[in-house]
C-alpha cells in the first residue's frame, strides 16, 4: 500500500466514525489526496474482510442516467441479487440497462433495489461504500444512493464519500450520501515537512522540497507535477506543466465571472487587500473573496490576500490577455493612495520601452528603499531595467544590479535570479556589473555553493585583479570549501579575501574574512584562531541584517558557547535577535535562533530550546534555506526535551540533507545527533556505525569542543567490547584538545566517557571518581544535563559495585535534575535506570501489583532472601513477609518457586551501559 504522508490524524478520524457506524463526507479542492485517503481507508477495511465497493465515477458519465448505480450493484455477489423479489429484480435489469425513464420519481421497485441488496449483504459481513469524485455520479444515482441511506441500513453498512468543493451546494452532496450520523471533514494541504517526506520519498533533494511546498500550496498532485519538471537553480521557478496549469483554471472556472474579475485585480495588484479591491470598484469584495475562500482558493493573511497556490495569480493573469491587464493595471493606478505603487501599475500597463517611465520607477525604487520596502524597490529597478530605451543603456546594468543585489538581501530570489542572469546575458556588460550579478548568483545558492564552480570561474576571471571584486569572490571561495570540507583550502581563500578587502578599503568583507579565517583555524586546531577573531572584532564593520550571521560577533558569540560560557553567549545572541528580527532573506535569522536553541539546551532550558529550534525550522522553510542545519538544531532540542523517535527523525532528514548541497559540516553534525539517539535508543550498533563515520569526514574535526562525538562513540565501543579502541579513540580527543588549549573545557566530557569505558571493563571503583569530578564540573560550569548525564553514569557504576543506596543516590539527584530542566527523554532514561538500582529489573504492572510488591518480587525471583531484600530497600522484614503474603495472595502462588515461574525471566543488568548512561 503507497504511505500516506501526514493523513494519520484525518485517517483515524475517518476510521473511528466508520467503525461506530455512520458515513464520512470528505471534501477539498482537486489534487488534495482525496483518493488516497480513500484507498487507504478501503485496504483497512479489505484487512478486516469487509465487503468493499468502490465507485469512481467520470465526468463524461454525468449524464447518464443510472451509470453509477449500474457500476455499484455490479461488484455485489450475485448471491444477493438472486434473493430479490421479481419486480426488484426487473427494476435492476432495466437500472443495468440504463433503460429507466429518467423523468418523475423512480418506482418503488427501483428505490427498493439498492437498500434489499445491501441489507442481504450486511447479514454475512459488514459493506464499506467507497464513493469518489461524486461530483460526477448521475442525479438518478444520487438520489437512490441517498434514499438507501435514508433508509437507515444499520451500523453494518458504512460509506465514505468524496468530492471537490467549488462552493457551498457542493460540499453538502457527499453528505447526503451517507447514512447518519455524518462527519464532513476538510481535507487540508500537507504541511512542509510531511510534503518534504513524501517529496523526498520520489527522490527530490530537501531543499528543492521546500520550495515545492511554497509553489504548490501543500497540494500532492500539484507539486509532484511540478517536481516532474526539471529542477533549476534556487532563484529560478520552474515553468509551470501545462498538466499544472489545467488544474488550477479547474478550480478558477467553476467560480462565477464576478468573482473570478475579483481576484483578477488580486493577482495584479502590488499589495492585494479588501481596501484595494473595494477601491478599484469591486464593491463586492467581500462577499467575492468569501466565495473564493470557500472553494479553496484564496486565504487571508491578517488584510493581505494570498493565493492558494501562489501560481494561480500567475495563471489568471496570462489567461486574461494583455488588454484587460492594462485595464485592471489603469484602475489600480488611478486609485493607488501611494505615489510609487500608482507609478508601477502605470509602468505594467505596456510592455514598451519609455525613458520617463523607466526615470519615474528609478525614481519609486529609491522611495521605496528610504522607507525600507526593499522587494519593492527591488522590482522596480527590475522594471525599470524592463523599460529602459537605448539612450539609458549605460544606466541598465547599474538598475539591474541594483535590482538583484536589493532582491538577494530582502529574500526576493526570483527577482534577483532573473535581474543577474539578465546582467550576464548581455555581451556588453561591464566586467564590474558582471562580477557584482554572479556574487549574487552565488549567495542566492545557499549551502549548494559546491555546485557553482562555473559561476566561480567566470567571476574570477572577469575580477581580473581588482582588490574590490576579488575580495567577495575570494571569500565565497572560502565558505565553498568549508562547506565541502577543504578546510586548508577556505582557510587560504579567507586570508587572501581579507588582504584584498584592506587593499580596497572595505572593513565588511574584511572583518567576514577574518571571521570565516578564525573558525577554520579553530577548526583545524591552531591556537591563533582568537588573535584572528580580535582583529576581526576591532574593525569598524557596520552590523547588517542580513549578513549578521557572519559577523565577527556571531562567530564570537557561537564560540563562547563552544566554550561552555553559556551566560556571555545567550547574552549577546539575545542582542543579534533583535537586529536578525529585520533580516528580509531570513538567513540571519536562522542561525541566530538555532544558536539560541543550542545554548539553551546546554543550558538546560529544554522548553526554550525547543521552542527556539521549531522557529528556526519554519524561518528556514519560509525562506527556501537549506534544511540541514536547523533540522541539527531541531534534533539536539528534540534529544534533550522532546523524544528519541522525533530526534532521529530530524537526524536523519538533516544527514540526507547535508549529503544532497554537499555540506559536510553539518553532515557531522547530524551524523552526531543521529548517532546518539541511536546509542540512547539501545541501537548499540547503529550508533557505533554511525559515529565511526565521522572519523573519515575529512580534516574538520581537530577541535573535539566543537562536535564533541568522541566521548559517545567511546561509550558505544565499550559497551560492544571495543575496549581498546574506546580508549584509544579518548585519548586521541585529550591530545587534540591538549593542542588546541581547550582541555579544561572538554574534561568534563572525556571523564565521563571515559569512566563509562571503566565501567565496562569491570573498574567501577574508578569510574566512580572521574563521574563524580565530571558532575562536579559541569555543576560549576551550570550545565545541568550534563551534571545529571554524569550522575547517571555514577549510578551505573555505583550499581556494578553494588553499593545500590549510593546507586539510588547518585540516580536520584540526577532525576531530580532531569525532571527541572524538563528533559523528558533523560528523564524517561533516568527512571529506567532507576528501577534497576537493586540490581533486577521489577516485573511487568500489569499483573496487579503495586511498584514496591513488584520490586519485592522481582528480588524474590532473583534468590534473596528476606533479609536480603530488607537491607536493600531499607524495610523491616516484617513489612517484607507481609508483602511477599500480599504477592502470592495477587498471583495465586503458594512458594517462592512458584512465584519465580510465574514471574517473566529479567536479566539483572542490561545489555549495555550504554542504553543507561550514554
Known amino acids: 500500500m503507497t504511505t500516506l504522508f501526514g493523513r494519520a490524524p484525518l485517517l483515524a478520524a475517518v476510521e473511528a466514525r466508520l467503525i461506530s457506524g455512520g458515513g464520512v463526507a470528505l471534501h477539498g479542492p482537486e489534487g488534495i489526496g482525496k483518493t488516497a485517503l480513500l484507498d487507504a481507508v478501503a485496504s483497512a477495511a479489505t484487512a478486516r474482510d469487509e465487503l468493499v465497493v468502490r465507485l469512481r465515477p467520470a465526468a463524461a458519465e454525468r449524464l447518464l442516467p443510472y451509470a453509477g448505480i449500474a457500476d455499484l450493484v455490479a461488484q455485489l455477489p450475485a448471491t444477493a441479487v438472486a434473493t430479490l423479489p421479481p419486480a426488484h429484480r426487473a427494476a435492476l435489469t432495466m437500472l443495468r440497462q440504463g433503460t429507466a425513464p429518467r423523468t418523475g420519481a423512480p418506482a418503488p421497485a427501483r428505490r427498493l433495489v439498492l437498500p434489499s441488496l445491501l441489507a442481504h449483504c450486511a447479514r454475512t459481513r459488514p459493506v464499506l461504500l467507497v464513493l469518489d469524485d461524486v461530483q460526477w455520479l448521475d442525479a438518478e444515482s444520487a438520489e437512490l444512493v441517498g434514499f438507501a441511506m435514508r433508509r437507515r441500513p444499520g451500523p453494518r453498512v458504512r460509506v465514505v464519500a468524496a468530492q471537490r468543493l467549488p462552493d457551498d451546494a457542493g460540499r453538502h452532496r457527499a453528505a447526503r450520501l451517507c447514512p447518519a450520523p455524518v462527519a464532513d471533514l476538510s481535507v487540508p494541504?500537507?504541511?512542509?515537512?510531511?510534503?518534504?517526506?513524501?517529496?523526498?520519498?520520489?527522490?527530490?533533494?530537501?531543499?528543492?522540497?521546500?520550495?515545492?511546498?511554497?509553489?504548490?500550496?501543500?497540494?500532492?498532485?500539484?507539486?509532484?507535477?511540478?517536481?516532474?519538471?526539471?529542477?533549476?537553480?534556487?532563484?529560478r521557478p520552474a515553468a509551470l506543466p501545462e498538466a499544472a496549469r489545467d488544474l488550477l483554471r479547474r478550480r478558477v472556472a467553476v467560480l462565477s465571472p464576478p468573482v473570478a474579475a475579483t481576484l483578477l485585480v488580486a493577482a495584479l495588484a502590488t499589495e492585494p487587500t479588501l481596501t484595494v479591491l473595494v477601491r478599484s470598484g469591486h464593491e463586492d469584495a467581500d462577499r467575492d473573496l468569501r466565495v473564493a475562500a470557500a472553494a479553496g482558493v484564496v486565504r487571508t493573511d491578517g488584510e493581505t490576500i494570498l493565493f492558494t497556490p501562489p501560481a494561480l495569480a500567475d495563471v489568471l493573469a496570462e489567461d486574461a490577455g494583455a488588454a484587460r491587464r492594462a485595464g485592471v493595471h489603469d484602475a489600480l493606478a488611478n486609485t493607488a493612495?501611494?505615489?510609487?505603487?500608482?507609478?508601477?501599475?502605470?509602468?505594467?500597463?505596456?510592455?514598451?520601452?519609455?525613458?520617463?517611465?523607466?526615470?519615474?520607477?528609478?525614481?519609486?525604487?529609491?522611495?521605496?528603499?528610504?522607507?525600507?520596502?526593499?522587494?519593492?524597490?527591488?522590482?522596480?529597478?527590475?522594471?525599470?531595467?524592463d523599460r529602459c530605451p537605448r539612450s539609458l543603456a549605460a544606466e541598465r546594468f547599474d538598475w539591474l544590479v541594483a535590482a538583484a543585489r536589493t532582491a538577494s538581501a530582502t529574500g526576493a530570489p526570483a527577482v534577483a535570479g532573473r535581474a543577474a542572469e539578465a546582467v550576464l546575458a548581455a555581451?556588453?556588460?561591464?566586467?564590474?556589473?558582471?562580477?557584482?550579478?554572479?556574487?549574487?548568483?552565488?549567495?542566492?545558492?545557499?549551502?549548494?555553493?559546491?555546485?557553482?564552480?562555473?559561476?566561480?570561474?567566470?567571476?574570477?576571471?572577469?575580477?581580473?585583479?581588482?582588490?574590490?571584486?576579488?575580495?567577495?569572490?575570494?571569500?565565497?571561495?572560502?565558505?565553498?570549501?568549508?562547506?565541502?570540507?577543504?578546510?586548508?583550502?577556505?582557510?587560504?581563500?579567507?586570508?587572501?579575501?581579507?588582504?584584498?578587502?584592506?587593499?580596497?578599503?572595505?572593513?565588511?568583507?574584511?572583518?567576514?574574512?577574518?571571521?570565516?579565517?578564525?573558525?577554520?583555524?579553530?577548526?583545524?586546531?591552531?591556537?591563533?584562531?582568537?588573535?584572528?577573531?580580535?582583529?576581526?572584532?576591532?574593525?569598524?564593520?557596520?552590523?547588517?541584517?542580513?549578513?549578521?550571521?557572519?559577523?565577527?560577533?556571531?562567530?564570537?558569540?557561537?564560540?563562547?558557547?563552544?566554550?561552555?560560557?553559556?551566560?556571555?553567549?545567550?547574552?549577546?545572541?539575545?542582542?543579534?535577535?533583535?537586529?536578525?528580527?529585520?533580516?528580509?532573506?531570513?538567513?540571519?535569522?536562522v542561525e541566530v535562533l538555532r544558536s539560541l536553541s543550542e545554548v539553551a539546551t546546554r543550558a538546560g532550558r529544554c522548553r526554550e530550546a525547543l521552542g527556539y529550534a521549531h522557529r528556526a525550522v519554519a524561518a528556514a522553510q519560509q525562506a527556501g534555506m537549506s534544511p540541514?542545519?536547523?533540522?541539527?538544531?531541531?534534533?539536539?532540542?528534540?534529544?534533550?526535551?522532546?523524544?528519541?523517535?522525533?530526534?532521529?527523525?530530524?537526524?536523519?532528514?538533516?544527514?540526507?540533507?547535508?549529503?544532497?548541497?554537499?555540506?559536510?559540516?553539518?553532515?557531522?553534525?547530524?551524523?552526531?545527533?543521529?548517532?546518539?539517539?541511536?546509542?540512547?535508543?539501545?541501537?548499540?550498533?547503529?550508533?557505533?556505525?554511525?559515529?565511526?563515520?565521522?572519523?573519515?569526514?575529512?580534516?574538520?574535526?581537530?577541535?573535539?569542543?566543537?562536535?564533541?562525538?568522541?566521548?559517545?562513540?567511546?561509550?558505544?565501543?565499550?559497551?560492544?567490547?571495543?575496549?581498546?579502541?574506546?580508549?584509544?579513540?579518548?585519548?586521541?580527543?585529550?591530545?587534540?584538545?591538549?593542542?588546541?588549549?581547550t582541555a579544561p573545557g572538554l574534561n568534563g566530557y572525556l571523564d565521563r566517557a571515559t569512566a563509562v569505558v571503566l565501567s565496562e571493563r569491570g573498574q567501577a571503583d574508578s569510574a566512580v571518581l572521574l563521574c563524580a569530578a565530571a558532575a562536579q564540573h559541569f555543576a560549576d560550569l551550570r550545565q545541568p544535563l550534563e551534571q545529571a548525564h554524569a550522575l547517571l553514569v555514577q549510578g551505573g557504576a555505583e550499581r556494578r559495585r553494588r553499593r545500590y543506596a549510593a546507586a539510588r543516590a547518585a540516580l536520584g539527584a540526577a532525576l531530580a535534575l532531569f525532571l527541572a530542566a524538563?528533559?523528558?527523554?533523560?528523564?524517561?532514561?533516568?527512571?529506567?535506570?532507576?528501577?534497576?538500582?537493586?540490581?533486577?529489573?521489577?516485573?511487568?504492572?500489569?499483573?496487579?501489583?503495586?511498584?514496591?510488591?513488584?520490586?519485592?518480587?522481582?528480588?524474590?525471583?532473583?534468590?534473596?532472601?528476606?533479609?536480603?531484600?530488607?537491607?536493600?530497600?531499607?524495610?523491616?522484614?516484617?513489612?517484607?513477609?507481609?508483602?511477599?503474603?500480599?504477592?502470592?495472595?495477587?498471583?495465586?502462588?503458594?512458594?517462592?518457586?512458584?512465584?519465580?515461574?510465574?514471574?517473566?525471566?529479567?536479566?539483572?543488568?542490561?545489555?549495555?551501559?550504554?542504553?543507561?548512561?550514554?
Open 822 to 918: 524538563e528533559a523528558k527523554p533523560w528523564t524517561e532514561q533516568a527512571q529506567r535506570a532507576f528501577a534497576h538500582t537493586e540490581g533486577t529489573a521489577a516485573p511487568p504492572t500489569d499483573l496487579g501489583l503495586t511498584s514496591t510488591e513488584a520490586r519485592i518480587a522481582g528480588l524474590v525471583r532473583d534468590g534473596a532472601s528476606n533479609r536480603e531484600i530488607a537491607g536493600r530497600l531499607f524495610l523491616s522484614i516484617k513489612t517484607v513477609e507481609a508483602t511477599l503474603t500480599r504477592v502470592y495472595r495477587k498471583l495465586g502462588v503458594r512458594s517462592r518457586t512458584q512465584l519465580s515461574q510465574r514471574l517473566p525471566a529479567t536479566r539483572v543488568f542490561p545489555d549495555s551501559v550504554t542504553t543507561v548512561d550514554a
Open 628 to 741: 540541514g542545519p536547523t533540522w541539527y538544531t531541531a534534533a539536539v532540542a528534540e534529544l534533550a526535551g522532546g523524544s528519541l523517535a522525533a530526534a532521529s527523525g530530524y537526524a536523519r532528514r538533516g544527514v540526507r540533507a547535508s549529503e544532497q548541497e554537499g555540506d559536510s559540516l553539518y553532515l557531522r553534525r547530524n551524523l552526531h545527533a543521529l548517532g546518539q539517539a541511536q546509542l540512547r535508543a539501545g541501537e548499540t550498533r547503529g550508533g557505533v556505525a554511525t559515529l565511526r563515520r565521522l572519523s573519515g569526514l575529512g580534516d574538520g574535526a581537530a577541535d573535539p569542543m566543537i562536535v564533541r562525538w568522541q566521548g559517545d562513540l567511546a561509550g558505544g565501543l565499550a559497551a560492544l567490547g571495543e575496549h581498546d579502541e574506546a580508549a584509544a579513540n579518548l585519548a586521541e580527543a585529550r591530545a587534540a584538545a591538549a593542542r588546541l588549549g
Open 337 to 385: 493612495l501611494d505615489e510609487t505603487i500608482a507609478v508601477r501599475h502605470r509602468a505594467l500597463r505596456s510592455g514598451r520601452p519609455d525613458a520617463d517611465v523607466a526615470r519615474d520607477l528609478l525614481e519609486a525604487a529609491e522611495r521605496a528603499l528610504r522607507r525600507n520596502a526593499g522587494r519593492t524597490a527591488a522590482e522596480l529597478y527590475l522594471l525599470a531595467a
Open 189 to 235: 494541504p500537507l504541511n512542509a515537512d510531511d510534503l518534504t517526506a513524501l517529496l523526498e520519498a520520489r527522490g527530490l533533494p530537501c531543499r528543492a522540497a521546500a520550495r515545492l511546498h511554497e509553489a504548490s500550496g501543500g497540494n500532492p498532485f500539484l507539486a509532484l507535477t511540478l517536481a516532474a519538471v526539471a529542477p533549476g537553480p534556487p532563484w
Open 427 to 589: 555581451a556588453d556588460a561591464p566586467a564590474a556589473h558582471r562580477v557584482q550579478a554572479r556574487i549574487v548568483l552565488l549567495d542566492l545558492a545557499g549551502q549548494a555553493l559546491g555546485d557553482m564552480d562555473e559561476t566561480f570561474a567566470g567571476a574570477l576571471n572577469e575580477a581580473g585583479t581588482d582588490a574590490t571584486l576579488l575580495a567577495p569572490v575570494k571569500l565565497r571561495l572560502a565558505w565553498a570549501a568549508m562547506l565541502g570540507g577543504a578546510v586548508r583550502t577556505a582557510g587560504m581563500c579567507a586570508a587572501e579575501s581579507a588582504r584584498s578587502a584592506r587593499a580596497a578599503g572595505d572593513p565588511t568583507t574584511e572583518a567576514m574574512a577574518l571571521s570565516s579565517l578564525a573558525q577554520v583555524q579553530r577548526l583545524r586546531g591552531d591556537p591563533q584562531w582568537t588573535g584572528t577573531l580580535h582583529r576581526a572584532l576591532s574593525l569598524p564593520a557596520p552590523q547588517v541584517p542580513g549578513l549578521l550571521h557572519l559577523s565577527p560577533r556571531y562567530l564570537a558569540a557561537r564560540f563562547a558557547m563552544m566554550d561552555d560560557r553559556l551566560d556571555e553567549a545567550r547574552a549577546e545572541l539575545l542582542t543579534l535577535l533583535a537586529v536578525a528580527e529585520h533580516d528580509r532573506a531570513g538567513e540571519a535569522l
